[in-house]
C-alpha cells in the first residue's frame, strides 16, 4: 500500500511539472472553442499538486511505519524472549491446580509480549510445546510473526521450601494441612533455536 502511495506521489509531482504550454495545447486539441485558461490558474494548480503530493508521501511513511509495528524483528523478540526467561525465572505464585502445556504456554506467551518494549506489536507471539512437557516441566518454541528466529524456552516449577498459604477452614472451621495452598516457583531458561 505504501508503494502506491509513493507512485501516486510521484504523479502528482510530474502533473505539477507539465509546462502551461501543453497543457493548453492537449486542452485546444480536445476543445478547440474553449476559453483560455489564465496562468494564475496553472500556478494555483502546480502548488496544489504538490501539496498533494507531500500529503501522500507522508502518508506513505506511515503506513510504512505501521507495517514495521506490525511485525516481530529477530532483535526484538531475541530481547523480548531473554527478559521474559529473566522474569519467569524465579517467579512464584500459589496454585492447587495441576498445570497443563497450555498454562505453562500462556505464561511463557504473555512473559514475551509483556517484555517486546515499545517497538514490538503486543500479539503475534506463538510458544508451541516441544511435546515433552510433564506437570513440573515444559519445553516451548517461542516464535513471532515476521520474525526468522525462534527460541526454546524451558520452563520447570517446583514445590516452594517455603510451605504454602493456610487457608482457613470451609465454613470458618480452623485451618489445617488439607486447607495449605502451595507455593510453586519457576525456574527458566532459553537459547536460541527450536526445541
Known amino acids: 500500500m505504501s508503494v502506491i502511495s509513493f507512485a501516486l506521489a510521484a504523479v502528482l509531482l510530474l502533473a505539477a511539472c ?4 501543453r497543457v493548453r495545447a492537449w486542452r485546444h486539441a480536445f476543445n478547440p472553442s474553449g476559453d483560455e485558461v489564465p496562468d494564475a490558474a496553472f500556478t494555483v494548480g502546480r502548488v496544489v499538486f504538490v501539496v498533494l503530493a507531500g500529503v501522500v508521501a ?26 521474559a526467561t529473566g522474569d519467569l525465572d524465579g517467579h512464584s505464585y500459589f496454585g492447587m491446580d495441576v498445570p497443563s502445556d497450555s498454562d505453562y504456554e500462556s505464561m511463557v506467551e504473555d512473559a514475551v509480549v509483556r517484555r517486546g518494549g515499545g517497538g514490538a ?4 507471539v506463538s510458544a508451541t510445546p516441544s511435546g515433552t512437557g510433564t506437570t513440573t516441566h515444559g ?8 520474525a526468522d528466529a ?3 524456552v524451558s ?26 495452598v502451595p507455593l510453586y516457583e519457576l525456574a527458566a531458561t532459553s537459547r536460541k533455536g527450536p526445541c
Open 18 to 21: 507539465v509546462k502551461a504550454d
Open 58 to 83: 507522508f502518508s506513505g511513511f506511515q503506513l510504512r511505519a505501521v507495517a514495521a509495528d506490525s511485525v516481530w524483528s529477530d532483535d526484538e523478540l531475541s530481547h523480548a524472549v531473554e527478559y
Open 121 to 124: 506489536p503486543g500479539s503475534g
Open 139 to 146: 519445553a516451548f518454541t517461542v516464535q513471532a510473526d515476521g
Open 150 to 152: 525462534s527460541f526454546c
Open 155 to 180: 520452563v520447570t516449577r517446583t514445590k516452594s521450601k517455603d510451605g504454602g498459604y493456610d487457608a482457613p477452614g470451609i465454613a470458618g472451621g480452623p485451618s489445617g494441612t488439607a486447607d495449605i
